[in-house]
């Protein structure tokens, strides 16, 4: 099944200490992505990729790193989080016209 | 700068019509979406429409494009409790193939 896959998909986390969020697909896309949602301000692009080591800043890429040393792996590193990183995080991946989802990945920073 | 704007909340009775209105601001955009977004969901893509359509149907589902005004609308027609989501529009921009979101309209239904 095609699919686009996160974990965790829930987090309670202290401030400062550094976390991963995975993301894999299995569709061969070379078109990835990470957004975060939050009330009021729908969705915010932090980073993209347009291909394996190629990684480019959204709209909202402070406090964030990506990788992309494989085609199917985005991982979003948080180094240093802080409260104003809690939010709900979603992976994507996408070919031409269309774009897939991950369920989400909910992050609460204390 | 490129933006997307919808209208936040919209209530429709069980049986209506509900249209959900958006604005786009890249003339040159490709593509143009309707996600949708359950409670607690991620997201789910509707539909997309090709800039040089007009309109599109897809069983209760009418996206129109008017492409002089940049605005893009999706009927949904015999409204019901499970059409209750967030739905968002979205553009890809031509320049840099990013795709820019609205906020999202949450779409209510009266019994």
């Known amino acids: 099944e095609a699919q686009v896959t996160q974990n965790p998909r829930y987090l309670i986390t202290v401030t400062g200490k550094k976390l991963t969020v995975t993301c894999s697909q299995n569709?061969?896309?070379?078109?990835m992505s990470w957004y975060r949602q939050d009330p009021g301000l729908g969705l915010r692009q932090i980073y993209y990729s347009m291909n394996v080591e190629v990684t480019d800043k959204g709209d909202v890429p402070e406090g964030y790193k990506v990788s992309r040393k494989e085609k199917r792996n985005f991982p979003l590193i948080l180094e240093s989080p802080s409260p104003n990183q809690t939010s709900l995080y979603f992976c994507?991946?996408?070919?031409?016209?269309?774009?897939?989802f991950g369920p989400g990945t909910r992050l609460t920073v204390l | 700068g490129e933006d997307v704007e919808q209208s936040l909340f919209l209530s429709v009775r069980e049986g209506d019509s509900s249209v959900i209105n958006c604005t786009y601001t890249?003339?040159?955009?490709?593509?143009l979406y309707w996600y949708k977004q359950e409670p607690g969901a991620g997201l789910q893509l509707l539909t997309y429409i090709f800039s040089n359509m007009d309109m599109k149907q897809d069983q209760r589902l009418t996206v129109l494009l008017n492409k002089k005004d940049k605005h893009l609308s999706l009927r949904i027609a015999d409204t019901q409790t499970g059409d209750s989501a967030i739905y968002f529009c979205a553009e890809i921009l031509n320049r840099d193939d990013k795709i820019i979101f609205g906020k999202g309209t949450r779409l209510h239904i009266l019994p």
């Open positions: 890249d003339s040159s955009s490709t593509y």
């Open positions: 994507a991946s996408r070919i031409t016209d269309t774009q897939y």
């Open positions: 569709m061969n896309h070379e078109y």
